[in-house]
């Protein structure tokens, strides 16, 4: 049989279990501390659950946030003490929000960012809210948002790119307005081949330099402006077959310096 805890106020997830509170505390552990302790919580489920309604559209359903504000409920009738004189609202709401708030940090951010950062986003965030509500027209600037929510601007940037970092995509993503079938991991990048060019370029210039001129000349007019052997004999007024001569001579020259340089 259920002990009766509480008689309600107008308010309905605000009942009065004073008395049910003082016995608690005098019951030991058993089949009737456990009854009674059952009771007060379900009485003050709708008040938790009103709590748990604030943090709604936050990417949390609000199923999973009525849980977790249960168990936080919980903790709250466990922790009370009606010796303090406090009345147990006051002491489970903000027992209740931390709970809440706590869920949000541990399991609901995709990537991991400092708690500090996590305050400057929820400052950021509800700053943005006061003035969407206050300011018509353009979006706030960095600086409105900042004086509103009370940081410095580079911690209003750095809340604001947190806010991103609450939720990921996959790279499987079909991107909007695209190709259909065109993904996230399509705008990747690869290595760029070009990168290897540069080191060997690097690499052989001062070697090149020691070269005598024709042969540098030579291989500039090959590799760098692409001309043909026949165009580069002719420019010399010599034959096709010297110039391969000398581009190979001279490319395995630097070749052999350069793998002694590595040695």
Known sequence: MRTHTSTHHPHDDAPDTRAAFDRLVTLPEGP???????????????????????????????EDLRQVAALGLV???????????????????????????????DHMWA???????????NR???????????????SPTVAEIAAEAGLTPEEAKAGLEAI????????????????????????????????????????VKPRLRQLPEREREILYMRFFRDMTQSSIAEEFGISQMHVSRLINLSCDRLRREIMQDAA
């Open 32 to 62: 009737e501390r456990e009854t009674l302790r059952e009771d007060l919580v379900h009485a003050w489920l709708p008040m938790a659950q009103r709590v748990a309604g604030r943090f709604r559209n936050r990417g949390e359903s609000l």
């Open 164 to 203: 991103g970092s609450f939720s990921t995509l996959s790279l499987d993503v079909e991107l909007t307005g695209g190709e259909r079938g065109y993904t996230m991991v399509d705008t990747l990048g690869s290595p760029d081949p070009a990168l290897d060019v540069v080191i060997d370029r690097e690499a």
């Open 124 to 138: 950021v965030r509800a700053a943005q809210q006061q003035l969407a509500r206050t300011v018509s027209g353009a």
């Open 75 to 105: 903790k709250a009738v466990d922790r009370y003490d009606p010796g303090r004189g406090h009345a147990f609202v006051s002491f489970a709401v903000p027992t209740i929000t931390g709970e809440v708030k706590r869920h949000f940090r």
């Open 111 to 121: 990537l991991h960012v400092p708690r500090r950062v996590q305050d400057q986003r």
